[in-house]
């Protein structure tokens, strides 16, 4: 259950909203402190399940690309730091995790929902990608995305958007 129903999920040409999460590999990471920058977010249910893995690792292998066009590409997910930590190792990830445990960042985002899934009714992430202009602002949401694909087009709105 959302623990803060008064955020109004922001919309592209919106400021983006804040936030400071700890990350598995170089402590916490603030929005504000990736400014000037492209910032792709991946929010995702789950660390080692088989979508979350797939797309995981495609943001993975396309991390130079994505550096090359000017974006800093973090994943994000309620897993724990260990969890993260174990997740990257497995499968040798090159993109940092963050957690959200409380879901705070999740519900700015508009990216925790009630789900249902085999007749029951939970909380989740829904799958979201979210491209971050270098000023702050949405340039893109991608709301309940299919993995197939997904990584190769963020990464082509990436480009147009530094070109």
Do not use: Q
Not at 40 to 66: H, I, M, Q, R, W
């Amino acid at each position: 259950m959302p623990t803060d129903t008064s955020y109004t999920p922001p919309e592209t040409g919106e400021k983006a909203p804040d936030f400071a999460l700890p990350s598995d590999d170089r402590g916490d990471i603030t929005l504000s402190d990736l400014a000037g920058s492209a910032v792709v977010l991946f929010f995702y249910p789950k660390d080692n399940t088989p979508g979350c893995t797939k797309e995981a690792c495609g943001f993975s292998d396309d991390k130079a690309a994505f550096e090359a066009a000017g974006a800093r590409v973090f994943g994000i997910s309620k897993d724990s730091l260990k969890k993260h930590e174990n997740f990257r190792k497995k499968h040798g990830l090159t993109v940092p995790l963050l957690s959200d445990a409380d879901s705070e960042t999740c519900e700015k985002y508009g990216v925790w929902k009630e789900k249902k899934m085999y007749g029951k009714t939970f909380w989740g992430i829904e799958r979201t990608t979210v491209l971050i202009a270098s000023d702050g602002t949405i340039a893109r949401i991608w709301r309940k995305v299919k993995v197939p694909g997904h990584v190769e087009e963020v990464l082509a709105t990436v480009k147009e958007l530094s070109a």
